[in-house]
């Protein structure tokens, strides 16, 4: 594979790397190396997999293989990401001290890598603001956010500067910038396409107007991680360079291991880290982590006279009291007919992101209550919370696995009438309701496999499909 690289980039990228530009150039012409990162909440580490050296649940595949037909993949069992950028857990590691109940915030979060990996990094006591502008990619994220499983987060659909109004509110925030991707070039050609100087320099302006605008909702000695998929310094070191000069910022020096390849820069006394493919397998990617020195400190937070958050009836939490593993570490709150579990102990700065925020989703959706019933949610039979005890397990093989993630019928053995929690290899999936000789499935519509099945149901096609369960 040859790339036609923007002229103007090569000049750029030789007067950047020197010497090393052949090697790079070459590196680029390579195939993208594909890499996961595993849930251990789900599944237990592969053992046979050639690891990310700069995370402990980080592997790369040796091919590409179709990840829809993998119902591991649809569990939440694992999430494809990109390995350079799977750098984020030393900056979280290094910098903060994840044992805390922490509010952080992931800015630019879908379609959820980093925040499904900052979920993992994180206490239970922790709580997450999975946030993102567009709203079509903000349904997405929180779909990935609720096949992880987690429960701490809340995801939103926010432009940064409303978030920026929740002064003092994080103790981290994640910025993944939206950037011109030139780390992405091999992976992604429209990248290529739409680059240009002119387009460099947008991006530039608009990720320091974003910094400037989600500023002030970081705390005092709180922690900002910045992160683009570029290379030029424009976006990059020359940002936090800037940031520097307008905000009490210092910089957070990394430490990194030689056999990582990873390449340590430094402007104006900020430090930022940087990953070439020539020197790691993965893409192009920026990362630098900043100490905020002074600022304003949040308010105290009150309970709202008229909170938006109601509490449920005693009946309604009965419906379900026996759901999840650790009732009380969760308040379960009524909107509509749906109820949902919020993490307890962070129930007034809850109040507030619903009041000020357009929040998306939230904690884990339980169950739809109608007239004393209650039919349980999908985002529960995918949650690490679930109570193993709650229902009965229906667990199925490949082919059946596919067909319920296709929405079609299948049947359920040795299953008695009511919910059955359909799994694969120990992970769940979703919901089946048996009646007597037939199961209706309610895996939801928007999530379902939409490829045809007929070729990899075949029996000769089966026993090849890739599942990382096997790995």
Known sequence: MSLELPVSFQTRMQTQLGEAYPAFAEALAQPSPTSVRVNQAKMPLPTTLLAVPWTQTGFYLSARPSFTLDPMFHGGAYYVQEASSMFLEQALRQSVDLSQPLAVLDLCGAPGGKSTHIASLLSEDSLLVANEVIKPRANILAENIQKWGSGNVVVTNNDPSHIGALTGFFDVMVVDAPCSGEGMFRKDPDAMNEWSEANVKLCSERQRRILMDVWEALKPGG?????????????????????????????????????????????????????????????????AAVGKTDGEEARTFKKSKRPYLVPASKQEKALVQDWLKEPKSWELVKHKEVLRALPANWMLELEQLYENLRVVYGGIEVAEVMKNNAKPLPALALSQHLSPDAFPLGEVDLATALKFLHREDISLENSANGWVLVSFQGVPLGWGKKLQNRVNNHYPKEWRIRMSLDEALKPENLANLFTLGNQ
Request: negative net charge; hydrophobic residues 35%; glycine residues 8%.
């Open 223 to 287: 922690v900002l991680i910045y992160s683009t998929c570029t290379y030029n310094l424009e976006e990059n070191e020359e940002n936090l360079a800037w940031l520097a000069r307008q905000q009490d910022a210092e910089a957070i020096t990394l430490q990194l291991q030689p056999d990582w390849g990873v390449t340590q820069t430094k402007l104006e006394g900020m430090h930022g880290y940087r990953f070439y493919p020539h020197q790691t397998q993965g893409e192009g990617f920026f990362l």
